[in-house]
């Protein structure tokens, strides 16, 4: 039933929390998860909480791919949008 309701883009905004979107934006830029620990102030575990949860309710399987749909229907601004073009293995995503 979650599937169905996240194909209208109003109800994927509505899915998504502030704190979410906050995150969102913070992903957008490249942040890694623990970068954006740090700079809310929060664990990591709980910001990899919050990513699973992300990704769950987008229905995607990576980032890029639920920043991309966040971007596209409206949920965070595409002036957000700065993925890197690699990542560096040594940072936890």
């Known amino acids: 039933m979650l599937h169905k309701e996240l194909i209208n883009p109003n109800n994927m905004k509505k899915l998504i929390?502030?704190?979410?979107?906050e995150i969102l934006k913070l992903m957008a830029q490249?942040?890694?998860s623990k970068n954006i620990a740090n700079e809310l102030g929060v664990?990591?575990?709980t910001?990899?909480?919050?990513?699973?949860n992300i990704l769950r309710k987008l229905n995607?399987?990576?980032?890029i791919r639920a920043v991309t749909v966040a971007t596209?229907?409206?949920i965070i601004p595409s002036n957000?949008?700065?993925?890197?073009?690699?990542?560096n293995n040594d940072q936890q995503y």
């Open 72 to 74: 596209t229907v409206g």
């Open 43 to 45: 664990s990591f575990h």
């Open 30 to 32: 490249g942040m890694s």
């Open 60 to 63: 995607q399987n990576s980032t």
């Open 80 to 87: 957000n949008f700065n993925i890197p073009l690699y990542f």
């Open 17 to 21: 929390t502030h704190r979410e979107q």
């Open 47 to 52: 910001i990899q909480t919050h990513r699973k």
